[in-house]
């Protein structure tokens, strides 16, 4: 499906019209989020973020060095590039998170963004930005608001774009020269998104194995799987003791047939659960159709491939890890939406992308109405806004007994599961005047 600009006025009104829809629906999309996480964002660290700052204070007053800062593990997760970012949060702004909510924002933007303009790779440049635009918006509506408001969720942000790199540079017709450092570099930063970050070059892997089947391509990103792996079981003297994992039984096949679904969230759990069935037997059928029209040699067709596999993947992690409770109530939770929208995401860059390439006006037809699907979906979210509020009212509570120098154990247990290390970083953020105590 070919959407070029004709040079006639008359045919070129419905893609302009259409453009400009596209552009008052993603403004009030962001419009909207952007209203709710100014409402939500505060300056205290909440939860994890405080086991973050926790290892700040160890390197700062010199029980630790810089790479157990860096890179010791958050439970199973190697967080460096969100403490890299949490570090120019302080020294800018004395942590105000407004750089680590400036960062997740634009990320997740630039992430959904490019997802979809490489699924419309050869249409008019209108129609290639218009779609951009929504994916962009659609990956920093409502539904991610436990994402964007809560600071160092940023780490989100970064399992995305850095696999997409990684994705489109390997398939890329770039020299070897280039690409070997180059994909190197971002396993290795992979490794540091979160623990499913290390499925990134996997997944690129296998798109290669199976669908472009190039020996170079293939033995390119096997080593720098095998990179990132080696990377991320690197100890230090301080990483978090991992519990025990899980099989997958059926609980976890509908936590994560509700975690896929996760960007439905508005219409309830049942549909969730359906969305995310939908979604995963279409990514599926795409796979094997395009397993049998192997080797591929469209590039953006095989970046799209490893993309929904790794999201898929990333996933299946998160069931496998947290499903064994059997409460798809669980998936739903807004700073988990972010994978569940870059796969649907993928999906219909997928069938648009097909449908170009065998000018199939009708798959053309219905990736735009997927994608105004998603909008609509991700544009809004009960859920994800009560959960804010919840937070933020601990959160604020917490703030006023802080800066009034009194301690409660339980009011701080709300925001850190241990008072008496919560009260020492109290301490630290005031004498070195962090955060709330930054004025």
């Known amino acids: 499906m070919h959407f070029e600009v004709s040079s006639r006025r008359g045919a070129s009104l419905p893609l302009l019209f259409g453009f400009a829809l596209c552009v008052l629906a993603a403004g009030y999309t962001m419009r909207a989020s952007l209203e709710q996480i100014t409402l939500y964002a505060r300056d205290l660290p909440y939860w994890d973020h405080f086991g973050y700052f926790d290892s700040f204070r160890h390197w700062r007053e010199g029980d630790w060095n810089f790479w157990t800062f860096f890179h010791m593990t958050h439970n199973e997760h190697r967080l460096g590039l969100t403490k890299l970012t949490m570090l120019a949060d302080l020294y800018w702004t004395r942590g105000s998170n407004q750089v680590l909510l400036a960062t997740t924002f634009l990320l997740l933007f630039v992430s959904g963004g490019l997802i979809m303009a490489t699924g419309a790779k050869g249409r008019s440049t209108l129609a290639a930005a218009g779609l951009s635009l929504l994916g962009a918006a659609s990956m920093v509506g409502i539904v991610s608001l436990g994402n964007l408001a809560w600071p160092t969720q940023v780490q989100f ?52 194995l199976l669908f472009a089947r190039d020996r170079t391509t293939i033995l390119l990103l096997l080593g720098a799987f095998l990179l990132s792996l080696l990377y991320y079981s690197f100890p230090t003297a301080h990483d978090f003791p991992v519990g025990p994992k899980h099989g997958f039984t059926y609980d976890n096949l509908v936590y994560y047939f509700a975690a896929a679904g996760n960007w439905a969230q508005r219409g309830g759990v049942v549909l969730s659960i359906g969305t995310g069935i939908a979604v995963t037997a ?12 192997a080797p591929i040699v469209d590039r953006s067709l095989l970046v799209l491939l490893a993309i929904a596999l790794y999201e898929g993947g990333s996933i299946a992690a998160m069931a496998i890890n947290r499903g064994t409770a059997g409460n798809p109530e669980w998936a739903l939770t807004s700073r988990y939406s972010t994978p569940a929208i870059a796969l649907a995401l993928a999906v219909t860059a997928l069938v648009l992308r097909l449908g170009y390439l065998r000018n199939a006006k009708p798959l053309g037809w219905i990736g735009a109405g997927f994608i105004a699907c998603i909008l609509f979906f991700t544009s809004y979210s009960q859920r994800a806004i009560e959960d804010m509020a919840h937070i933020t009212g601990q959160i604020d509570v917490a703030t006023k007994m802080m800066r009034d120098g009194g301690f409660d154990a339980e009011v701080y247990k709300k925001i850190y599961p241990s008072p008496d290390i919560l009260r020492d970083m109290v301490q630290f953020m005031r004498d070195h005047r962090y955060s709330i105590f930054r004025k």
């Open 157 to 208: 942000g970064y399992a995305q774009i850095v696999p997409i790199l990684l994705f489109m540079i390997a398939f890329s017709p770039l020299s070897l020269r280039i690409k070997t450092p180059a994909v190197a570099l971002l396993a290795v930063m992979a490794a540091e998104t979160m623990a499913s970050g290390i499925l990134a070059p996997l997944a690129g892997f296998l798109a290669a």
């Open 282 to 293: 279409l990514a599926a059928i795409i796979c094997l159709v395009s397993l049998r029209q």
